[in-house]
């Protein structure tokens, strides 16, 4: 058997907790209270919507892919009435009907998904979260895809949970998870219950927050820990800006090679998101047909949930935020278009992708 040292990772200090909280209010731009939860971050939003969901609570879900309609579900199964707000397939939600959905009835609460990886969608955060401030609602978002993509000042914005992961635009592992807590959202936390939940926000907050943020409850595993201390600080030393701007340039460059290879855009630039794209498909061509054309070598995928079988999606999140890799993409993709009878001229869709990467400012690396 080869030999590892993973069985044989150091204990994680207890003191080593606080700092790695710390630093993720920085990234979020928030003096809330961060929790660390030992889980992916779909753990982390089960656990939010288990704490604050509780029956005679109303909240607005907006759906842009599975994610929304999940925390709906856990939002249900803990007692609460959860109006889904679906938007087009494929498509981000409009501010609009956020307002006549909140005119409709009285909501507590408001949860939306920021960037979408399943559609390569932005959707309209900052209207949002002003629509149900103004409605008296608490605001969920589910950034786990947006942050280091997207600009997130989650104190600025007024948004009450914000739900992270590491392993998507800031290039870490998915084993832990983190969230914050604003002052109004910890009023409707229920308290902890008989026994220890891993998905009781309560729990985190008496034995944790409440014991001055030493070792974790449980036995947290040092491994993931490790990793996300190592993921902070590669974070920390590139910088939120320039991560972010990599995925702006990487995005720009994306969009634009697939415009020039299909014809078309998805959605608008403003609409995109910084971590995916999707290239729309002509019609009459589906996503499978293309990616069987494109072989099993590539890293495209189609689109997820409903709308996805016309798109190939392109990811450019994280360690993939790089020219080079869109670049490859592109000429994949390129390849299986023309594999299936599609007229399109790959050079300049590559020649497209450099030029909107160089209008962006610095180089990619
Ligand atoms: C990836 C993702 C999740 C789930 O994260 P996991 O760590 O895979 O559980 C939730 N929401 C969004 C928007 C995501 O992109």
């Not at 200090?13 to 630093?23: C, F, K, Q, T, V």
């Not at 935020?321 to 399109?344: N, P």
Request: aromatic share 4%.
């Amino acid at each position: 058997m080869t030999w590892t040292s993973l069985p044989d990772a150091p204990g994680f200090p207890a003191e080593g907790y606080a700092p790695l909280a710390d630093a993720v209010g920085r990234i979020l731009g928030t003096r809330n209270d961060v929790l660390l939860v030992q889980g992916e971050a779909a753990v982390a939003l089960e656990a939010v919507a288990a704490s604050l969901g509780r029956p005679g609570m109303r909240a607005l879900c907006v759906v842009t892919s599975m994610y929304g309609r999940w925390i709906a579900g856990w939002l249900r199964r803990a007692g609460a009435t959860a109006v889904e707000l679906v938007a087009a397939p494929g498509r981000p939600v409009e501010a609009a009907a956020v307002a006549v959905a909140l005119a409709s009835g009285r909501f507590d609460l408001v949860t939306i998904v920021h960037a979408e990886s399943a559609t390569g969608i932005l959707n309209p955060l900052e209207e949002v979260v002003a629509l149900a401030r103004s409605h008296g609602a608490l605001v969920v978002v589910d950034a786990v895809a947006s942050v280091g993509g997207h600009a997130l000042d989650v104190d600025a914005a007024g948004i009450d949970v914000a739900v992270i992961g590491p392993q998507k635009a800031l290039g870490g592992q998915a084993g832990v998870s983190a969230l914050s807590v604003s002052p109004a959202a910890w009023e409707r936390v229920a308290p902890p219950g008989e026994a220890p939940s891993i998905l009781s926000l309560g729990d985190l907050r008496s034995l944790w927050l409440g014991t001055g943020r030493g070792a974790l409850p449980g036995t947290p595993s040092a491994l993931e820990f490790h990793a996300l201390a190592a993921t902070l600080a590669r974070v920390q030393a590139e910088g939120m800006p320039s991560l972010r701007a990599r995925h702006r340039r990487a995005a720009a460059a994306a969009r634009a090679g697939a415009l020039a290879l299909t014809g078309r855009a998805w959605v608008a630039s403003a609409h995109a998101s910084n971590l995916v794209t999707a290239a729309a498909l002509p019609e009459g061509l589906d996503a499978a047909r293309a990616l069987a054309a494109a072989g099993p070598a590539t890293a495209l995928s189609a689109g997820a949930g409903p709308g996805g079988e016309r798109l190939v999606r392109m990811n450019h999140t994280g360690a993939r935020a790089r020219l080079d890799v869109v670049l490859g993409d592109l000429a994949a993709l390129g390849r299986a278009l023309r594999a299936v009878g599609m007229e399109t001229d790959v050079g300049r869709a590559l020649a497209a992708a450099e030029a909107a990467a160089d209008g962006c400012g610095e180089a990619i690396p």
